[in-house]
């Protein structure tokens, strides 16, 4: 029987790459492999508007160490907002140790956001 030499996980004959790690299988468990397992209880950050926002946020937050996910609020292969979350267009996660920095990251990282927006708009009137 296959085994994802990542993450443990075991397959049927025939299958030659795990379907999580997309590593190589190999064809017995090794003996001296230990599998450690992290539970991360991962806790809402923040909604956002659209693809773009989040991805700026979660590049803020990873470049701080914290890590990041997202969860779309779409129907899958439409790209259509879902009716049952229709407030976001998705939502960023992250680990529940992580949340208040998190938090004041975000909250600097908006508030330096609007600064460049009003500078900006003060430097067009100018003109």
Known sequence: MPICPHCGAEYRQGVVVCADCQS????????????????????SLTGVPHQVAAVMLMGVLEASDIPARLEE???PAYGLPSIVRGDAWGEVFVPQEHL???RSIMEEYLAQLELDAEREYDDSDAI
């Open 24 to 43: 190589s299988l190999s064809p017995k468990r090794n003996v001296d492999m230990t599998t450690n397992v992290e539970l991360i209880r991962w806790t």
């Open 73 to 75: 609020h779409t129907i």
């Open 100 to 102: 208040d920095d998190a």
